[in-house]
């Protein structure tokens, strides 16, 4: 088999030992050498049968991770109403796309959508149970909010899923009301995984269509590798990831978390398989919120959850925004540790979004990782200058600070929060502005490699993937993504629009810009 040959090439290795290089020679699906020495290499490397990429400058950069995205919501994102900022502004606009939907589907079918945000209506306010019963009352009809923490149902989606004027807050949900009559208005915080159970599932052709866009336009923004960090997985969604794969619909190689309850019944058996370098399991997710006003899970339970995970060899990836129970997961992570040392585990926040300085210490103390989103700052800036209380808001996506007090960030997405593109975050994390040109705390911004950073070689270690990932160096994965332009260099505002002109996955030419 010849080699692959990427020459002409503005190389970023993300190594420090060999940071620059201008030629990659690519054997077998691994990086087989990088040089630096072009005219004398160039003339060997073209002169035999090898296979050239002349990249005419462009900038090569490893693979982008993303490593806390929900692959199957942002799937269900193709085929789903889009009710987002993007493509609605009022509450009359998601009636007009949920009636549509009704005219084109039989009465009964379950009409799903995904993406609103209530403070880019024009109403200002969450839609309501009534509002979408005017739209459609046959259909049972399933919103879901921009955050993915929040649903909004129909009345008939109530009904088919047994929520009446009588039914009380599940232990950690909440169901929203009117405040004069008691009844359900339709919006349920805390509640995807319960409403999952009731909601039809979509036919496996659709499902496919919106995995196979999915893999496509991930491969479209240099995305090789990504972390699925949905809390509902369990070892047959790594059968269904690796079947995708097989037929084509996925390109990317995926790590994904264990649900707890899923982490709880392979524990119970031996010999569940961890995967491979194509899908593998790669930690157990908990949920740690205070939707009901109080945190869940306890600090007791949290502390139990967590030692399990970490004396069973799992890495903990613990979801916390707000101060309280980012503290939660410390503590819980600092116990496990004190109970058995370990000095290398890997140990993750997600999202960390409010992180006064002393907290941030406290993180790099117990060694803990923070996986956040700098493209929230971009996409959600102007919604944060004026809905996030001041004293949050000084602390708000700090992800300076952090990483000056020694924690090791990476970043991600979240998608299909905001949308995959590694260079917004990039471009977010460097200038902290957002799309409508406000500054959102710019002490926090970091230089464009730390920035690149992020989403390569830290997103690996995130992944516990470094040995393989997240750097251009011999013996590692030929995964690369080729850049119209170099984000190190470029003017800062010029990141944003730099575009991907090809991706590179085991060697092969996935996508390629037409």
Same mark, same amino acid.
């Given at each position: 088999?010849?080699?692959?040959?990427?020459?002409?090439?503005?190389?970023?290795?993300?190594?420090?030992?060999?940071?620059?290089?201008?030629?990659?020679?690519? &054997?077998?699906?691994?990086?087989?050498?990088? $040089?630096?020495?072009?005219?004398?290499?160039? /003339?060997?490397?073209?002169?035999?049968? @090898?296979?050239?990429?002349?990249?005419?400058?462009?900038?090569?950069?490893?693979?982008?991770?993303?490593?806390?995205?929900?692959?199957?919501?942002?799937?269900?994102?193709?085929?789903?109403?889009?009710?987002?900022? &993007?493509?609605?502004?009022?509450?009359?606009?998601?009636?007009?796309?949920?009636?549509?939907?009704?005219?084109?589907?039989?009465?009964?079918?379950?009409?799903?959508? *995904?993406?609103?945000?209530?403070?880019?209506?024009?109403?200002?306010?969450?839609?309501?149970?009534?509002?979408?019963?005017?739209?459609?009352? !046959?259909?049972?009809? +399933?919103?879901?909010?921009? $955050?993915?923490?929040?649903?909004?149902?129909? =009345?008939?989606?109530?009904?088919?899923?047994?929520?009446?004027?009588?039914?009380?807050?599940?232990?950690?949900?909440?169901?929203? /009301?009117?405040?004069? =009559?008691?009844?359900?208005?339709?919006?349920?915080?805390?509640?995807?995984?319960?409403?999952?159970?009731?909601?039809?599932?979509?036919?496996?052709?659709?499902?496919?269509?919106?995995? *196979?866009?999915?893999?496509?336009?991930? !491969?479209?923004?240099?995305?090789?590798?990504?972390?699925?960090?949905?809390? &509902?997985?369990?070892?047959?969604?790594?059968?269904?990831?690796?079947?995708?794969?097989?037929?084509?619909?996925?390109?990317? /190689?995926?790590?994904?978390?264990?649900?707890?309850?899923?982490?709880?019944?392979?524990?119970? /058996?031996?010999?569940?398989?961890?995967?491979?370098?194509?899908?593998?399991?790669?930690?157990?997710?908990?949920?740690?919120?205070?939707?009901?006003?109080?945190?869940?899970?306890?600090?007791?339970?949290?502390?139990?959850?967590?030692?399990?995970?970490?004396?069973?060899?799992?890495?903990?990836?613990?979801?916390?925004?707000?101060?309280?129970?980012?503290?939660?997961?410390? #503590?819980?992570?600092?116990?496990?540790?004190?109970?058995?040392?370990?000095?290398?585990?890997?140990?993750?926040?997600?999202?960390?979004?409010?992180?006064?300085?002393?907290? !941030?210490?406290?993180?790099?103390?117990?060694?803990?990782?923070?996986? #956040?989103?700098?493209?929230?700052?971009?996409?959600?800036?102007? +919604?944060?200058?004026?809905?996030?209380?001041?004293?949050?808001?000084?602390?708000?996506?700090?992800? $300076?600070?952090?990483?000056?007090?020694?924690?090791?960030?990476?970043?991600?997405?979240?998608?299909?929060?905001?949308?995959?593109?590694?260079?917004?975050?990039?471009?977010?994390?460097? #200038?902290?502005?957002?799309? @409508?040109?406000?500054?959102?705390?710019?002490?926090? +911004?970091?230089?464009?490699?730390?920035?690149?950073?992020?989403?390569?070689?830290?997103?690996? =270690?995130?992944?516990?993937?470094?040995? #393989?990932?997240?750097?251009?160096?011999?013996?590692?994965?030929?995964?690369?993504?080729?850049?119209?332009?170099?984000?190190?260099?470029?003017?800062?505002?010029?990141?944003?629009?730099?575009?991907?002109?090809?991706?590179?996955?085991?060697?092969?030419?996935?996508?390629?810009?037409?």
């Amino acid at each position: 088999m010849s080699d692959l040959l990427l020459v002409n090439a503005n190389v970023i290795t993300m190594n420090p030992a060999f940071p620059r290089a201008k030629i990659i020679r690519i &054997r077998n699906g691994e990086i087989a050498s990088v $040089s630096a020495d072009d005219t004398p290499s160039l /003339r060997k490397c073209t002169s035999s049968k @090898n296979e050239v990429i002349d990249c005419q400058g462009k900038t090569v950069v490893p693979g982008f991770i993303d490593p806390h995205c929900h692959l199957l919501s942002y799937a269900y994102s193709f085929v789903t109403l889009d009710v987002g900022p &993007r493509n609605v502004s009022s509450i009359s606009d998601i009636q007009n796309l949920v009636r549509k939907a009704s005219q084109e589907l039989p009465p009964g079918t379950w009409i799903k959508g *995904r993406g609103y945000d209530e403070f880019y209506l024009a109403e200002k306010r969450h839609p309501t149970r009534w509002d979408l019963d005017a739209a459609s009352p !046959a259909h049972p009809v +399933r919103i879901t909010h921009r $955050s993915g923490h929040a649903q909004l149902l129909n =009345s008939l989606a109530l009904e088919r899923v047994g929520i009446s004027d009588e039914t009380g807050d599940p232990p950690d949900g909440l169901i929203d /009301r009117n405040i004069t =009559s008691g009844e359900p208005t339709g919006l349920l915080y805390g509640m995807d995984t319960t409403i999952a159970r009731f909601v039809s599932a979509t036919q496996n052709n659709l499902v496919e269509e919106g995995i *196979r866009l999915a893999g496509r336009a991930l !491969a479209a923004q240099g995305i090789t590798s990504i972390h699925d960090c949905s809390s &509902r997985n369990d070892p047959s969604r790594l059968d269904l990831f690796r079947a995708w794969q097989q037929r084509g619909y996925l390109p990317q /190689r995926v790590s994904m978390v264990l649900g707890w309850e899923a982490f709880q019944k392979i524990q119970e /058996r031996q010999g569940t398989t961890r995967g491979d370098d194509l899908v593998r399991i790669a930690g157990v997710k908990i949920i740690i919120h205070e939707i009901t006003g109080q945190l869940s899970p306890s600090q007791s339970e949290l502390n139990e959850m967590v030692l399990q995970i970490h004396q069973a060899g799992y890495q903990a990836v613990l979801h916390a925004i707000e101060v309280k129970p980012i503290m939660a997961a410390c #503590t819980a992570i600092e116990h496990a540790l004190k109970v058995s040392p370990a000095a290398a585990h890997r140990h993750r926040i997600e999202h960390c979004s409010v992180c006064p300085p002393a907290l !941030a210490k406290r993180l790099a103390s117990a060694r803990i990782m923070v996986v #956040t989103q700098p493209a929230f700052v971009y996409y959600n800036g102007e +919604r944060y200058l004026r809905t996030v209380p001041k004293g949050d808001l000084k602390h708000l996506y700090p992800v $300076s600070t952090l990483m000056r007090h020694g924690v090791k960030v990476a970043g991600s997405s979240d998608f299909p929060v905001v949308p995959p593109n590694p260079l917004i975050g990039i471009y977010a994390a460097v #200038t902290r502005r957002a799309e @409508n040109g406000e500054y959102i705390l710019p002490k926090e +911004r970091i230089t464009p490699l730390e920035a690149l950073s992020l989403f390569t070689n830290n997103a690996a =270690s995130a992944t516990c993937t470094e040995t #393989t990932r997240g750097s251009i160096s011999p013996g590692k994965l030929a995964d690369l993504a080729i850049l119209s332009g170099d984000p190190t260099s470029l003017p800062e505002e010029a990141i944003k629009d730099i575009q991907v002109d090809m991706t590179i996955i085991n060697g092969q030419v996935i996508w390629e810009r037409g």
